[in-house]
């Protein structure tokens, strides 16, 4: 359905998986919330999980030497080009939903997990907002990433009067509702006079992975964030994004940098119409 999507119509992020103390008083509080589960008589449900067995899922698939031998040779890079360290977990996944389903989205992931509010970070001059939920209950998000939400401020079908940039709907008009990036926290130190993110972007383009634009944000004596989009993998269409917190910065983002993040993805993001019949 999505103009830049169609090439990949498998791609897709399928969610993440939360622990619970109960499966069944879970799906009973949550029931009530108009929360849908899959029911024993679409799918089977609550199977252990000792085993993948009880799944029935199909055939095991191994993989051949020859692939193995590819998947070391990936690992052992990211050893040689003193990556491994420095690349940390994820620190939190974005979602971009059009903006009259802002309030729907927050609200329902709001009710299946035990994540709040934290805050949005309102961009007025890309016509978007950046609206993020945390678990309260963490000292480090890698232990439970943020998950963040964005939306056009004024939807798409209104924007013809106010002509604003709108980088984020353009996402969902030519993606589809979808994840938009995962982003991996890069630790926060220096190597020969270079940030660490400086480090990491050098050698990840050198080994050929694009980028969209320079890393933001500043790292000098006071406490900030250096963060930086790739391109969109070609195999997910996600964009991987690595962010060092400088100086103990203990913000989630900064204003400054989500605007010129928003702003670079725009501009790789957006359908190239054709002479005719557009
Ligand atoms: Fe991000």
Redesign the pocket.
Known sequence: MYPLAAAKPNARYIGEIYSTSSCRDRRSVLEPQNIRFVYPDEASVDVPLDSLAALDLGDRVLLDDDSLEWLEAAGQKHQRHGLAGRVLGI??L?TRVLAGEREDALLEYLTMVPYYFWGAYNIAEMNSS?NVTRHPSIGDEKQSPAR?FTANNTPSYLNSFDNLPMPTEDFVRNYGRRMH?I?YEVVDGDIEGEKNVDFVVDVLRDLGIPFLADVVGECTDQPNLK?I?SKASPYSLLIT?Y?ERCQGYDGF?TRDN?AA?TAAAGEAERYRHGQVFD
Do not use: I, K
């Open positions: 620190d939190h974005a950046t963040v990036h982003a963060q989009f994004e962010v983002f989500v993040l």
